[in-house]
């Protein structure tokens, strides 16, 4: 079965961090770019990060290149998202998703989520203290 699991979400104070994972199950990484959203009660998705096939080009929605960032590991065919400096406001469900892309390919687009293959089940992160 061809999946994306999201792990390393939890209860977290303020100021904490949490490191997520998006493991890919029945395929590999390497051909995906891999993006990153969040979606908080009550509101609409918003985009986080994402990386591309390589690992090596990353992008970010602005108000996350502070706080945030993504790494891959293709060997492991796992994508994290630390997050450092943790606020209420991050308190969201976070999904990993997975676009088959050319190779040498970074993350043009990455920000329209119809473009994405497959979805994780979502993880979630509460920011309380």
């Known amino acids: 079965q061809l999946q994306l699991v999201e792990s390393g979400g939890g209860l977290v104070q303020p100021g904490g961090s949490l490191r997520l994972s998006c493991a890919s199950s029945?395929?590999?990484?390497?051909?995906?770019?891999v993006g990153w959203f969040r979606q908080a009660p009550g509101k609409g998705r918003e985009k986080v990060s994402c990386?591309?096939?390589?690992?090596?080009?990353?992008a970010y929605a602005e108000s996350m290149k502070d706080r945030f960032t993504v790494s891959k590991d293709n060997a492991k065919n796992t994508v994290y998202l630390q997050i450092n400096s943790l606020r209420p406001e991050d308190t969201a469900t976070y999904y990993c998703?997975?676009?088959?892309?050319?190779?040498?390919?970074?993350?043009?687009?990455?920000?329209?989520?119809?473009?994405?293959?497959?979805w994780g089940q979502g993880t979630q992160v509460t920011v309380s203290s």
């Open positions: 029945g395929f590999t990484l390497d051909e995906y770019t």
């Open positions: 990386i591309g096939r390589d690992g090596l080009r990353t």
């Open positions: 998703a997975a676009h088959r892309r050319a190779p040498g390919s970074a993350c043009n687009g990455w920000e329209y989520a119809v473009l994405y293959d497959y």
